[in-house]
């Protein structure tokens, strides 16, 4: 028990040396990294603080009196925020107000200030995007590392309310150690990140405290007080935010009745296992379960939670309008799920309004008493620049000047990989050292010529210290095996950056490497990503990274692997600049639409829009059942059977799916999947050139159709110079481009102007409109996508990692690197969503694999009757069709299928190999392949038995030849 206290307090001791440190850099003290280093407190004056906290620790129950009282002042100061009832207002609920507050050491005067750092790193962005059109008043206590005495909380609370619209929650500094430390830090988080069941330095396992417990649940009822006080009615919204105050939920159900409350969990939720350790959990699961809008990271962590609702509370869930519905106490519980964005306009001001600096501007520096280069100003001044154009330009200087510090203090020709983590267990940065040092052992070339630029925060995290020592021992190691005078393999700070350091440190670094072994909320990769080098954003994260399946250039690795860190790490720095900065373009774009301002617009827009009754009844609840699929045997295609009948035909056909000639990303060694339409049209859609020489091939003895649901442009630059006789179907059919074809040299200058009229035209690259023929009628109605647009854009906002993608008569949404159980739930709910506003309309709902079309109906029937209209009519066509083979690779390609049998059986084609890359049952298919690497084969093999086409008197022979083989 006392190592547990003499633990938590010296991260208490640590916390506030960073608040006093920032204090005095905001007053223009020395700006320069080394001096943020934590020091070793003297053993006097841990002792001294050790005591003060085992007094605030030990004195049982607190007296909540003055709580109520300060706070009943606070609420009182409500009045100053002229709220008119009519007012649309949302009641943001924090534990710290993003507002700095500090008492002048001279006058003793408070000053306060917005805290652009405030929220994780997003409250500029967030608050300009709530107050763009609704009030927001903000709740929580003041941030501040001054005691508030009782006779000021009045004045505090006036001028925060007139001026900043926030309603301070006041509390005693001993109350907030037995809070924060104590319960938050101590119990909670630990136990959300499920390493609570990790022994401590002795080997004694953490017993639950009550008295802890009892002042978690009056801090809470704090807030409720305050929050009360700025209801006004059913015109107000409240957002509850994180694991600090999960009680807050039930005690203003309690109070008020009908309020719409959401709740925004910005961390792990732990597994039911784990969970169920917590003495208190039915308590703390059921004030959550009183909210309106429940919010998480991740699907894992809502998963967790609907498994605890599920075995603790004997609950069950539905899925709805593509969110989560939780029944309880006869009330429907929205449990959505979206990753957080940034501000990339903050950092844009910050390297002068634009998205990429491929070189830092260069300014004159001046020197410390160390030699280092630093900016000569103080953080509050990169942190103040509005939208002035000298604030920006000053931003950027500062910037500017802080890489030129970098690079002097790491060395000019030496790479450096990047990272921020908080000095907690949880981040993995001993598992980060292992790896370089063994990446500098094993690879000898790295040596004098990279480092690990590595920044821990010291947030007041328990058991800080062996982690603070295990660190220290493993850089001292490092840097005495492989360092030298003017070389320091690892660069090891302690402290809080400012934007502009931050950003600084993402322009002069080629890498960032992020290894926790559990992480909720980390947007340190989308900073990097808007803020680094064209070209140098190189992501290697822990696939414990909620973002990380989000970002399409970011290679996830096990954190415990050191060896697999090692090695990814060196793939990634030799990894083309061009490669990265494509892909990084890519996650730009994404960020730039998933924004922090998006994010939040979505969540109160679903707050508003969700109702709550005022009347509450029990309900019992049972559970779903769910049936099994079995798949019927599967008829495989024989290649010497395909083989033969294609040698044998004088008059082929191939109607090729685009999605079956190019490997799935993670075949691919080093590429990751596209979480973008975008990234979609060139690295991942581009079939192999081995696939493109066999389709060149094989269109010069026959005829082969390409169709995709890409736009024309795309599919003509990925096929029109590799493939120039080959037909393209795009945009899920409704333009076709037919090629121009010259078989027969006798009639090629009689039919080619016939056939140019007939089939459109003949192609020429790079002209995307030359030729195509719209395979629909003008006049079809085409109302219905706006409607199914709204629809599915609400589902991709909903459902991390999925997305949209838009043609002229079909809209996919694609989940495919969504959470699987997650995805295929909410592909489901939106079938059946768009079935029942659809129907009026003449479209089809399609499920395909990892992905929902809507389209217009008959629009595959429509499409391949001219394509093969245009084809029998051709001037080329000297005989019968005889051999067709079609390929497709998802049920989305059903209503082509069917199409194709209708043609064929019309004009009795004897040799039909309908084949698929994914096992389907109950489909209309006669042949599958097990992928498409397979598919590839098929085709190499039969572009390279063309001879027989060509050589007829010596083709039999060769074919036996090739089928003995």
């Not at 894992?300 to 609907?306: G, K, L, P, S």
């Not at 490497?513 to 080098?533: A, H, K, M, Q």
């Not at 999947?673 to 010069?700: D, F, Y």
């Not at 049998?901 to 084949?915: A, Y």
Request: net charge negative; proline share 4%.
């Amino acid at each position: 028990r006392e190592q547990n206290m003499n633990a938590r307090d010296d991260a208490v001791v640590a916390e506030s040396r960073e608040k006093e440190t920032a204090e005095q850099r905001r007053d223009g003290g020395d700006d320069d990294k080394a001096a943020r280093v934590v020091p070793v407190a003297s053993e006097s004056s841990r002792e001294e603080q050790r005591q003060t906290s085992r007094e605030d620790y030990s004195d049982g129950p607190i007296n909540d009196a003055t709580v109520r009282h300060a706070n009943a002042i606070s609420a009182s100061a409500a009045e100053f925020l002229s709220l008119d009832a009519a007012d649309s207002v949302l009641v943001l609920v924090l534990y710290r107000l993003p507002v700095l507050a500090e008492r002048d050491s001279k006058s003793g005067a408070w000053r306060f200030k917005w805290d652009d750092d405030a929220i994780y790193l997003t409250s500029a962005g967030l608050k300009a995007a709530l107050e763009a059109n609704r009030r927001v008043v903000w709740v929580g206590i003041l941030n501040s590392v001054s005691e508030v005495c009782e006779s000021e909380c009045a004045s505090i609370a006036r001028t925060l309310a007139s001026d900043f619209s926030c309603i301070p929650v006041f509390l005693p500094r001993a109350t907030l150690i037995r809070f924060y430390t104590g319960f938050c830090k101590g119990v909670l988080w630990p136990l959300f990140h499920m390493t609570s069941s990790v022994p401590t330095e002795a080997g004694a396992r953490q017993v639950f405290d009550r008295g802890l417990w009892q002042t978690y649940t009056t801090v809470n009822r704090a807030f409720s007080d305050v929050v009360v006080s700025v209801y006004q009615g059913d015109t107000t919204s409240i957002w509850i935010h994180d694991y600090h105050l999960l009680l807050l939920p039930l005690q203003l159900r309690r109070r008020l009745t009908g309020a719409k409350i959401g709740f925004y969990l910005h961390t792990p939720w732990p597994s039911s296992d784990v969970y169920r350790t917590l003495p208190v959990r039915d308590e703390i699961l059921r004030s959550v379960l009183s909210v309106t809008v429940l919010g998480f990271n991740l699907f894992d962590y809502a998963r967790h939670f609907i498994s605890c609702c599920t075995r603790l509370l004997d609950l069950e869930h539905i899925m709805r309008n593509g969110n989560i519905i939780m029944n309880y106490c006869n009330r429907r519980v929205v449990i959505r799920v979206s990753h957080i964005g940034i501000d990339p306009a903050r950092f844009d001001r910050a390297l002068s309004c634009s998205p990429f600096s491929s070189s830092p501007h260069t300014h004159a520096t001046t020197e410390n008493k160390d030699g280092d280069a630093k900016a000569d100003d103080t953080d509050g001044a990169a942190e103040g620049g509005g939208d002035d154009n000298d604030d920006e330009q000053g931003t950027a200087r500062l910037v500017a000047l802080e890489v030129e510090r970098i690079r002097a203090r790491v060395g000019e020709h030496r790479r450096i990989v990047c990272a921020i983590d908080d000095l907690d267990v949880i981040k993995g940065l001993p598992f980060k050292l292992l790896a370089m040092e063994q990446l500098l052992i094993n690879f000898p070339a790295y040596r004098d010529q990279l480092v690990l630029y590595q920044v821990a925060n010291p947030r007041g995290v328990p058991r800080a210290e062996p982690l603070r020592a295990e660190i220290y021992e493993i850089v001292d190691r490092i840097n005495e095996d492989f360092g030298s005078e003017d070389y320091a393999p690892v660069v090891y700070i302690e402290g809080r950056l400012s934007l502009v350091e931050r950003v600084a440190l993402y322009q002069a670094a080629d890498a960032m490497l992020l290894t926790p072994i559990r992480d909720g909320l980390n947007l340190i990769p989308y900073e990097f990503l808007v803020s680094s080098r064209e070209g140098h954003a190189r992501l290697i994260l822990s696939e414990n990274i909620g973002c990380s399946r989000a970002l399409f250039s970011a290679v996830r690795v096990n954190p415990w692997d050191s060896e697999e860190i090692m090695y990814t790490l060196d793939m990634a720095l030799n990894e083309d600049d061009q490669q990265v900065a494509e892909e990084q373009a890519a996650d730009v774009r994404n960020l730039r639409q998933s924004t922090i301002a998006n994010w939040a617009l979505s969540f109160v827009a679903d707050l508003d829009d969700t109702h709550e009754p005022r009347m509450r009844h029990r309900l019992a609840l049972g559970l779903d059942s769910r049936a099994a699929v079995e798949l019927a045997d599967l008829n495989m295609v024989d290649p010497v059977e395909l083989m033969h009948a294609f040698q044998a035909s004088s008059f082929p056909i191939f109607v090729i799916n685009h999605d079956t000639l190019i490997r799935p990303a993670s075949s691919v060694p080093g590429q990751t999947s596209s979480s973008t339409a975008e990234s979609r049209k060139w690295s991942s859609c581009r079939p192999s050139q081995r696939i493109l020489s066999a389709l060149n091939t094989l269109s010069t003895v026959g005829t082969v159709c390409v169709f995709s649901d890409l736009p024309q442009d795309t599919l003509l630059a990925i096929f029109g110079a590799a493939c120039p006789l080959v037909s393209l179907l795009a945009e899920s059919g409704l333009f076709l481009l037919h090629a121009h074809r010259e078989r027969n040299g006798d009639d090629e200058q009689d039919g080619e102007e016939d056939d140019t009229r007939e089939c459109g035209g003949a192609r020429r690259f790079g002209e995307s409109d030359s030729g195509w023929v719209r395979t629909v009628p003008q006049d079809v109605d085409m109302s219905w996508v706006d409607v199914a647009r709204e629809i599915m854009t609400g589902y991709c906002e909903r459902t991390d990692g999925s997305y949209l993608e838009t043609t002229q008569v079909s809209l996919t949404w694609h989940y495919i690197n969504a959470d699987p159980t997650f995805g295929s739930w909410q592909a489901k709910e939106l079938r059946n969503h768009l079935f029942a506003v659809l129907g009026a309309f003449d479209v089809e709902v399609v499920q395909g694999d990892g992905s929902l079309h809507v389209r217009l109906k008959d629009l595959a029937k429509f499409a391949l009757e001219v394509a093969w209209r245009g084809v029998t009519q051709s001037s080329h066509a000297q005989s019968s069709i005889d051999f067709v083979m079609a390929s497709c690779d998802s049920r989305a390609d059903e209503s082509m299928l069917a199409a194709l049998d209708t043609l064929t059986q019309r004009d009795s084609v004897q040799r039909v190999f309908k084949c698929s890359v994914e096992v389907q049952p109950q489909s209309q298919r006669e042949y599958f392949v097990r992928s498409t690497n397979d598919m590839e084969d098929l085709l190499v093999m039969l572009s390279r038995s063309k001879a027989r086409r060509e050589t007829p008197a010596s083709g039999s022979e060769r074919v036996r030849e090739g089928s003995a083989g």
